[in-house]
């Protein structure tokens, strides 16, 4: 009886075992799966983030010209499972990456290879929701002052469900916000699905 | 003895009721911030003249409507949310003479595959086509419309993607015509066929940035 009790044991361990064995290279393999498949981050030729029109103008020229239209990534919302065009300025991505991107005549790796890899490695593309776009050339709501979408350089995200002039988040994950500050854009404290690629604007 | 105490007491609750009074005005003053919405963006850029479109030859509307009232359009207007940036202005049907309408000849959704080969729908970027002169919808007087004008296709289609993005529909009016008053809608927000910028004026053929 003692004997059936302590086979059984040692059966238990080497079940579980051969489950840790197997199952976590998988677990690792799901978790990174981008990764896995090629993606690396390259923080490849960031441009200066600048601060105010002036700076803004200096680093990334007039309001619509052609370059901020240049490049065009889309970006699938979880909420309808359609992906949106997001158009954006030649310096902020764009550029080839060995093993994972041809490239689209772009000049650096920022908006739609590092940031949003980071995002799909990182499995929360279930947070990305509707109401994504880049460029317009479009003002700011109610004034005749560009919006910084006119430069290329802001994406809205999840704009179905957040709300411009609300100072606090619905939707938008933590995460997903980290990964943009941490590749210099910056949030607006109260335009939660607004990032753009400009301080004091 | 007592009276000491009384007074101590009394202290005490003045103190106490001070402090709340603190407490609560500096909640009330972050509620009253939060609820308004402080501006979004620090300083801005400068602001752009604005052009009413009245006397040019033609011009493109991408419209929603019509209401019945001002004040029914004005409600619509702020239901439609584009973020930051400027949606649809209100004006007067009365004010624009229309000569013909644009089809959306772009699907809404398309499949396509992706640079790793994974099928995916996506949004495609739209793309109006003009049926010609006399073709398509009048605006009933007396009328009020959602608007956003243009001087050339290429300004009114990325318009009608943000808006499509925006709202979820792509039931818009899309309208060649002449505006004979009213206020501002919109002109200048499109970019300058040469690339350089945006489109601040009157293109010297601009009918043929139109079809």
Redesign the interface.
């Given at each position: 009886m003692l004997g059936n009790v302590r086979f059984g044991r040692r059966w238990a361990w080497l079940v579980g075992l051969a489950a840790l064995v197997i199952g976590l290279p998988a677990v690792a393999a799901w978790a990174g799966h981008w990764a896995a498949?090629g993606w690396k981050d390259m923080h490849y030729n960031y441009p200066p983030r600048p601060d105010?029109?002036s700076g803004?103008v200096s680093v990334f020229?007039?309001?619509?010209?052609?370059n901020?239209?240049a490049i065009t990534m889309?970006w699938?919302a979880a909420d309808d499972?359609?992906?949106?065009?997001v158009v954006f300025h030649k310096k902020l991505g764009g550029a080839p990456v060995s093993g994972w991107?041809?490239g689209k005549g772009g000049l650096s790796t920022n908006l739609d290879n590092d940031v949003r890899g980071h995002i799909g490695n990182a499995h929360l593309d279930p947070y990305v929701l509707?109401?994504?776009?880049g460029y317009?050339?479009?003002?700011?709501?109610?004034?005749?002052?560009?919006?910084?979408?006119?430069w290329g350089i802001?994406i809205?995200q999840n704009?179905?469900y957040e709300?411009?002039?609300?100072?606090?988040i619905h939707t938008m994950h933590p995460t997903v916000i980290q990964i943009f500050k941490d590749h210099r854009w910056v949030q607006?404290?109260?335009?939660p699905?607004?990032f753009q690629y400009a301080?004091?604007? | 003895m007592n009276g000491a105490l009384v007074v101590r007491r009394r202290r005490t609750v003045v103190a106490w009721t001070l402090a709340l009074a603190v407490v609560t005005s500096a909640v009330a003053v972050l509620a009253i911030r939060s609820l308004s919405g402080a501006a979004p963006g620090g300083a801005r850029g400068p602001a752009e003249r604005p052009v009413t479109g009245v006397g040019e030859p033609s011009l493109i509307i991408v419209a929603k409507g019509p209401f019945a009232s001002e004040e029914e359009a004005r409600a619509a207007a702020a239901r439609l949310s584009f973020g930051e940036m400027q949606g649809f202005y209100v004006d007067r049907a009365d004010n624009y003479q229309v000569f013909g309408s644009y089809a959306k000849v772009s699907p809404d959704v398309a499949e396509r595959r992706n640079e790793r080969g994974e099928l995916e729908r996506v949004a495609p970027p739209v793309a109006l086509r003009y049926r010609g002169d006399g073709v398509g919808s009048t605006f009933t007087p007396g009328t009020w419309i959602l608007l956003s004008a243009f001087r050339t296709l290429r300004g009114a289609e990325e318009f009608v993607e943000l808006a499509r993005a925006a709202t979820g529909s792509s039931d818009f009016l899309v309208l060649r015509v002449r505006k004979l008053g009213g206020p501002y809608v919109g002109l200048g927000q499109e970019p300058h066929p040469d690339g350089s910028g945006p489109l601040r004026g009157p293109l010297p053929n601009q009918e043929s940035f139109q079809k």
């Open positions: 498949n105010g029109y803004i020229g007039q309001p619509c010209n052609s901020a239209s889309y699938p499972g359609i992906s949106y065009r991107s041809t509707g109401g994504i776009w317009y050339c479009r003002y700011i709501q109610g004034t005749t002052t560009w919006s910084t979408h006119a802001a809205d704009a179905r709300h411009y002039g609300h100072c606090h607006l404290r109260c335009d699905m607004h301080t004091g604007y | -």
